[in-house]
């Protein structure tokens, strides 16, 4: 019976790290990363979760606006023609905007969102979304729990303080990330 509990709640954790991904992003994403460096946590398990729950919470949107929401940016004109406006540079630019969409927190929701009321197709957006969300995932877990404590672990620090400096530094870096990508976008408003 405690075994059953055991991989029950082992489940759960994964299941966390999935709906946090498509939620929020890196924050969980990083602790789980800790987690696998320390033992904790499967790193196969932990990239699947993760790299998937990116992809849902990106197509969520995606698909939302493709849909139900798609009749509500055209019941107000001026969404309407902001859509109009930029739809023809979007499809023009589709694979790179899907493709740089993981990898700018600030612009997660607005990427797909503009990407389906541009008219961009799901056979396009999806599996760039999905390798994309694959390559983030994979990236943060390397840096974390591979590479920042074994380049730190040289340089002398300790383990622990190892696994918390590089993910801070992973923090930081998509901190840095947004704050960017949310200035340039609103000054272009």
Not at 23 to 35: D, N, P, Q
Not at 56 to 73: E, H, I, S
Not at 106 to 115: D, S, Y
Not at 134 to 151: E, K, Q, R
Request: hydrophobic letters at 55%; charged letters at 15%; aromatic letters at 10%.
């Amino acid at each position: 019976m405690d075994e059953v509990k055991q991989n029950i709640m082992h489940a759960l954790v994964y299941l966390s790290v999935f709906v946090a991904a498509a939620v929020e992003g890196e924050t969980v994403f990083v602790i789980a990363s800790v987690a696998v460096a320390t033992g904790s946590l499967s790193y196969w398990g932990v990239l699947v979760a993760g790299a998937l729950g990116a992809s849902a919470g990106d197509q969520f949107f995606f698909y939302a606006f493709r849909g139900p929401l798609r009749l509500w940016v055209d019941s107000l004109p001026g969404l309407r023609r902001r859509r109009d406006a930029i739809a023809s540079l979007v499809r023009r630019h589709a694979i790179p905007l899907a493709a740089s969409c993981r990898f700018l927190p600030g612009l997660r929701i607005a990427i797909p969102v503009a990407c389906a009321s541009a008219g961009v197709s799901p056979w396009v957006f999806s599996p760039i979304s999905v390798a994309t969300s694959f390559v983030w995932a994979a990236g943060i877990l390397g840096l974390i729990a591979a590479a920042g404590p074994a380049v730190l672990d040289d340089l002398g620090l300790a383990r622990n303080w190892a696994l918390g400096v590089s993910a801070g530094v992973v923090l930081l870096l998509f901190l840095g990330l947004r704050r960017i990508t949310l200035d340039s976008s609103s000054q272009k408003v």
